[in-house]
């Protein structure tokens, strides 16, 4: 399984981005497709998860702004980022939890500056 992640950009607080992460498999077959992210001098976190069960889950410091959401025909999971704060400004990686390991999708970067 391949991840593709792409959206990222910059833009100034309070604004919006939409992230995809595209899979090369199905996402219904995965435990869990989310997203990470990693902050210059910072370690990687967890940002958002959305499970094949349909639950979602969320880091509680973009929980009320961010938004995690599934296209399973399309195999494509979405982040969609309102309220944008300097600090949120990161790489964030796409995430899958495989029925056996994990894999991890290339980076794309989030700048949120003014």
């Known amino acids: 399984v391949q991840l593709q992640a792409s959206g990222g ?3 100034q ?3 919006s981005l939409r992230l995809s992460c595209a ?3 199905s996402i219904s077959s995965m435990n869990a497709v989310g997203w990470y992210r990693q902050a210059p001098g910072k370690q990687r976190e967890f940002v ?3 499970t094949s069960g349909g ?3 969320y880091a509680d410091s973009v929980k009320g702004r961010f938004t995690i959401s599934r ?3 399309k195999n494509t999971v979405y982040l ?3 309220s944008l704060k300097p600090e949120d400004t990161a790489v964030y990686y796409c995430h899958a939890d495989l029925l056996f390991g994990e894999q991890w999708g290339q980076g794309t970067q ?4 003014s």
Do not use: R
């Open 9 to 11: 950009g910059l833009v």
């Open 48 to 50: 958002a998860a959305s």
């Open 55 to 57: 639950s979602t889950n």
């Open 71 to 73: 296209d399973n025909a």
């Open 23 to 25: 899979a090369s498999g």
């Open 13 to 15: 607080p309070g604004g």
């Open 80 to 82: 969609q980022m309102s």
């Open 110 to 113: 989030v700048t949120v500056s």
